[in-house]
């Protein structure tokens, strides 16, 4: 009887002390992520290409 008390303390310890370190390490990805990615956000800079007069015209009139 004493042994299956044993056993069973000793199976909740374990999944304490996995879950503990499965927390522990997802945590660390998460902390190395937050470092590793970069924080700004680069801008796309879209060019226009004239390709007729009537568009120059129009482009030079609303600017």
Same mark, same amino acid.
Request: hydrophobic share 50%.
């Given at each position: 009887?004493? /042994?299956?008390? =044993?056993? @069973? ?6 999944? &304490? !002390? !996995?879950?503990? *370190? *499965?927390? *522990?390490?997802?945590?660390? =990805?998460? =902390? %190395? *992520?937050?470092? !590793?990615?970069? &924080?700004? @956000?680069?801008?796309?800079? &879209?060019? /226009? /290409?004239?390709?007729?007069? %009537?568009?120059? &015209? ?6």
């Amino acid at each position: 009887m004493t /042994n299956k008390k =044993i056993t @069973k303390m000793t199976d909740f310890r374990l999944k &304490i !002390v !996995v879950s503990a *370190l *499965l927390a *522990l390490v997802f945590s660390l =990805i998460f =902390i %190395l *992520l937050a470092f !590793v990615l970069p &924080i700004d @956000k680069k801008e796309v800079k &879209i060019i /226009n /290409n004239h390709k007729g007069k %009537l568009e120059q &015209i129009s482009d030079s009139l609303k600017n």
